[in-house]
């Protein structure tokens, strides 16, 4: 396992993380989440990222159990909060008081007295800024969080709580969570410069793109029994946009470049993400412990220019990069 510094912080996390959401407390039993855990154990992350609202709280829990008697010292820990996790107005967004009780909730749920990054999971639009950092911060200085983050933010709100943490003295933001794979690349031309500038580090999410960069979808043909796609949990709907046929024809062009180096489909879609130097570690997700130990192996490779460049070639008609894709709910769901 390779290891990258989380933005211009001094917290170091390993390049490939563990994350659980659509797995654990959802898709997978609990026996099968646990050996996905050991199995990124014994590959050497030390990095697992969840979230309060993830299968309702419990893809907390069943993470908080399966890393019970590891060294904590030596693991890092992330997890979430915005989206509900209650049926109360309060039990959403971003407020001091939704922050203050959903981080009591995780910690209980994760068995630990800290997490050692706490994420805005999106923007909140009906609290002030300053209110949800202030919490932030708050939270740091009671030693309940090491650092700050967030997820799915704009470059402008990302830039404006820079601003108001430096004219606050808070905290700043060491970490954005982004969706970022070959085929969506919406925080290149405006989040990656400046988070380049302002020292924060990407931890991305969906590498594999939902698995349709993994080659195991072909055009014209049903998706395979037992898939994401065909998961009536919330994996078909994520995994939708990218099952079109000519985004699939495209990504079996990508199978020679990957038996070139040696690499499964999946192993090179991840390593492209880890080619991004704004990018301090990728997260990869598994109902299957096989299906980690063959992720990992993405960590550490290098791809040269023309790799990259042939990768351009073929995806480049149906790459998104539209910034404003990045949405946030205008109002709390």
């Known amino acids: 396992m390779e290891f990258r510094r989380l933005g211009r912080s001094g917290l170091k996390v390993s390049e490939i993380a563990y994350g659980n959401w659509l797995t654990h407390g959802s898709q997978v039993e609990e026996d099968a989440a646990r050996a996905c855990v050991a199995a990124a154990l014994d590959e050497g992350v030390t990095t697992f990222d969840t979230a309060d609202v993830y299968a309702g709280t419990r893809a907390e829990e069943v993470l908080g159990r399966a890393l019970k ?24 967004g971003l407020s001091r008081k939704h922050i203050f009780e959903s981080i009591h909730g995780s910690l209980k749920r994760l068995q630990t007295d800290y997490v050692d ?5 999106r923007f909140d639009y009906e609290t002030p800024l300053e209110e949800t950092l202030r919490a932030f911060d708050d939270l740091v200085r009671q030693g309940k969080v090491l650092y700050v983050g967030v997820s799915e933010w704009r470059a402008e709100e990302i830039e404006r709580a820079l601003k108001i943490a430096d004219e606050m003295g808070f905290d700043r933001i060491v970490s954005n969570q982004p969706q970022y794979n070959m085929l969506w690349r919406v925080i290149e031309p405006e989040i990656v410069p400046l988070c380049e500038r302002e020292g924060v580090g990407q931890i ?18 049903a998706a395979p029994a037992g898939s994401r796609a065909t998961d009536g949990k919330g994996g078909a709907d994520m995994i939708a946009r990218y099952l079109d046929d000519d985004v699939l024809r495209r990504v079996q062009e990508l199978r020679p470049i990957a038996d070139d180096l040696g690499l499964t489909m999946a192993q090179l879609a991840i390593a492209w993400t880890l080619q991004n130097p704004n990018v301090s570690a990728a997260i990869v997700g598994a109902s299957r412990p096989e299906q980690v130990r063959d992720n990992v192996k993405a960590a550490g490779v290098k791809l040269d220019p023309e790799v990259l460049r ?3 070639t073929i995806l480049d008609p149906v790459v998104e990069r539209d910034p404003a894709r990045t949405v946030s709910p205008a109002k709390r769901p």
């Open 310 to 312: 042939r990768i351009d």
């Open 69 to 92: 008697g590891q060294r904590r010292e030596g693991l890092e820990i992330f997890t979430k909060v915005y989206w509900p996790t209650g049926p109360g107005q309060n039990d959403r």
């Open 117 to 121: 990054l706490y994420q805005a999971h």
């Open 204 to 221: 991305v999410w969906s590498p594999i793109a939902q698995g349709a960069l993994s080659g195991k979808y072909l055009p014209g043909q």
